[in-house]
């Protein structure tokens, strides 16, 4: 793939889309047919590969007993040949309503257009006929309208509600179409779309605006597209609509597997064209993992067997046209304060609630932990805290040990002991140097010797020696160990197998990843969960630099071991670990969304409260050479740590890595394949 095909969205299975209110003219299908145009030709040099319109936009909704006028109908016709000719030089696929006669009967339709040709017509299965509505007095329904034909501006198009129509040169786009009161219904005729194959969905609307009934639009959006899996995209009647009777607001949203990525300004007195870019790839892929999806399309008796399907050649463009949906740095933290208090909220509670559940299950007295003054043990710890606190036992129950080793640093052991001490937990302390010496003694490392031989041996056997107290502790004094280890640090293997700090009785924080601690340690500070004095220590913690301090400083700086220098920024580690588990997206495809969403550090949104001087921009060439890192240590490294996990709640959506939940893989695997498309398909240097 060249550098230029990598920067393109239809690389990477995005597609981009339009919901387009243009400003109508009431019963005037000719100037309807020029605001059609124009929006269609903004749409194209802005790189759109679909423009949806609102439900009648060639004649306008709200015109009554004025549909029944041949007169206007012709007119429609002749508007439709406009459009048509016009998009000959147009890239986007356009869907148009209209209204169309066959055989005596009127339809609400929606035309597909593409490159000079009605690809097929959609009639509007659902006809509202209550309170401000009265479509069956104008329209036929399209409820078991199947298998036709119907003649239109001179041609001859695929008519019925069994059509869908797919891209024969961009593989995702397969499109959907309804109209308005279609997806009012209990089983929406885009349900059935979306399992016949459709990946895109389409809503031509023309719903007139009450009080409320926009966040109904909205959710009903959202709904559909989470429970079609699929992209969303929907366009209601705005400026230009009769008010004889009703007022129209040209809402228009763009949802994707029920995500909002884009929503229009409502009472423009403009034409409106919102733009999103919808991962199509990613519908596919969530479609493929979800058995529940095929199994519904099973019931429904194969519904790809219902639907004919319309190929059209989309001829799409491949050019670098950036990127137009909002790319979140931190996948595992949300960029809103709202949504982050919601989220810590939960997450927090998730881990307090299973470590109490675990716990009562025991029977024992005691919980065991050790306490480095670092952000994953600090975490459990004051989890285990609240955990007692919700069983009502004393924290006393907690049994914290500092362990320190040949590199402890001064500042962390005394943050340790002073948040032993804030949370009123039994501590102590066991200096594990001299039983180190003597391992490595009996060893013949030389590092026994005083030669400054700083090995992965020499750092598991303090990580190691650090377990192995813990354990024979719980042993004594009738407990279990809690583990610290965190969920990025499970990807990357960046942890000591066995007796080490891999293993646990109950591993709390084996579900959150490293970003996301840091959110919770600071969600619970502002949500006050401990007393101030507390906070701030925690506040403290969180901005230490983040070290296993198992190699002693540098003679000549004085430099602590960085385990982000020694592996890479967690950030940039947490943003691949959630493509890759979550949706299982090929490493291209994480470097150009990383690209898009850490090249900037001005642009988009930073979750509420992130520290200016932490905030950082990372260069393509930076990214790709973590990614294979990445990708070596999560394929090919690690797994044998995974595959003996222990017990731990699963707390976000992004999964987890148990072999007993969301990620099984054989301990003996490799990176070949993951490796060799990053480097057939990512960015060339």
């Not at 069983?391 to 962390?412: Q, V």
């Not at 950030?571 to 291209?588: A, K, M, N, Q």
Request: hydrophobic share 40%; net charge negative; aromatic share 8%.
């Amino acid at each position: 793939m060249s550098q230029r095909a990598f920067g393109a969205i239809h690389s990477h299975g995005l597609v981009r889309v339009a919901a387009a209110t243009p400003l109508v003219a009431t019963a005037d299908p000719a100037r309807n047919a020029d605001a059609t145009i124009m929006l269609a030709r903004e749409a194209d040099a802005d790189g759109v590969d679909v423009v949806v319109y609102p439900e009648l936009g060639l004649s306008s909704y709200a015109i009554d007993d004025l549909h029944l006028q041949d007169a206007l109908l012709d007119a429609v016709e002749d508007a439709v040949a406009q459009v048509r000719d016009a998009s000959r030089g147009l890239a986007p696929l356009l869907l148009v309503g209209a209204p169309l006669r066959r055989r005596g009967r009127l339809y609400n339709t929606a035309l597909a257009i593409s490159h000079g040709r009605v690809l097929g017509a959609v009639p509007k299965t659902f006809l509202p006929n209550y309170r401000e509505y009265y479509e069956k007095r104008w329209f036929a329904p399209g409820a078991g309208v199947v298998g036709e034909e119907i003649s239109v501006a001179g041609q001859t198009v695929p008519f019925g509600t069994d059509l869908i129509f797919a891209a024969t040169d961009l593989r995702e786009l397969v499109v959907g179409i309804e109209i308005c009161e279609d997806y009012w219904g209990p089983i929406p005729p885009s349900s059935y779309q979306a399992m016949a194959g459709a990946t895109l969905l389409a809503n031509l609307s023309a719903s007139n605006i009450v009080v409320g009934k926009s966040a109904e639009r909205a959710l009903l959006s959202a709904a559909q597209s989470a429970r079609a899996m699929a992209a969303y995209v929907y366009s209601a009647a705005g400026t230009g609509e009769s008010t004889t009777d009703l007022s129209w607001d040209g809402q228009g949203t763009i949802h994707e597997l029920g995500d909002l990525l884009a929503e229009s300004e409502r009472f423009a007195e403009t034409p409106q064209l919102l733009v999103a870019d919808v991962d199509l790839a990613r519908v596919r892929l969530e479609r493929m993992r979800t058995p529940t999806f095929n199994d519904n399309a099973i019931h429904a008796d194969h519904p790809e067997r219902r639907f004919r399907t319309v190929e059209f050649e989309h001829r799409p463009h491949r050019l670098d046209v950036g990127l137009k949906r909002r790319q979140r740095r931190f996948p595992y933290v949300p960029d809103t304060a709202e949504r982050l208090d919601l989220d810590c909220y939960e997450a927090f509670n998730i881990q307090v609630h299973g470590l109490a559940r675990r716990f009562r299950s025991t029977g024992g007295k005691t919980m065991v932990i050790g306490v480095s003054g670092g952000l994953d043990s600090t975490h459990a710890l004051i989890v285990a805290a609240k955990a007692c606190d919700r069983l009502g036992i004393p924290r006393s129950s907690i049994l914290a040990f500092t362990l320190p080793g040949f590199a402890t640093g001064e500042k962390t052991k005394a943050n340790a002991w002073a948040l032993m001490r804030a949370l009123g937990v039994e501590a102590a302390e066991i200096d594990i140097r001299p039983a180190a010496r003597q391992m490595l003694n009996d060893l013949g490392h030389p590092a026994a010797a005083g030669e400054p031989v700083y090995d992965v041996t020499f750092e598991n056997v303090q990580a190691g020696l650090r377990t192995d107290y813990l354990f024979r502790l719980a042993n004594q004094r009738g407990g279990f160990v809690i583990g610290t280890g965190d969920l990025s640090e499970l990807a990357l293997g960046w942890c000591t197998y066995g007796v080490g700090d891999q293993m646990s009785h109950y591993a709390v924080n084996a579900g959150v990843p490293k970003t996301l601690i840091q959110y919770l340690i600071r969600w619970t500070i502002v949500s006050g969960q401990f007393d101030e004095a507390t906070g701030h220590l925690l506040d403290e913690i969180v901005g230490t630099e983040i070290s296993p301090e198992l190699v002693p400083a540098d003679e000549e700086t004085g430099a602590m071991q960085s385990t982000e220098d020694r592996i890479g920024p967690y950030e940039l580690h947490d943003f691949f670990l959630y493509h890759i588990l979550r949706y299982g997206l090929p490493p291209s495809k994480v470097a150009f969304l990383a690209w898009h969403a850490w090249r900037d550090a001005d642009a988009g949104r930073w979750p509420a409260g992130f520290p200016e001087d932490r905030r950082h921009a990372y260069d393509l060439p930076t990214i790709t050479h973590w990614l294979e890192d990445f990708l070596q240590r999560f394929f090919q490294l690690s797994q044998f740590k995974r595959s003996a996990l222990p017990n731990g709640p699963k707390v976000t959506y992004g999964g987890t890595l148990s072999p007993r939940g969301d990620w099984r893989a054989p301990s003996d695997g490799n990176a070949t394949v993951w490796l060799a498309e990053l480097r057939r398909n990512g960015p060339k240097f």
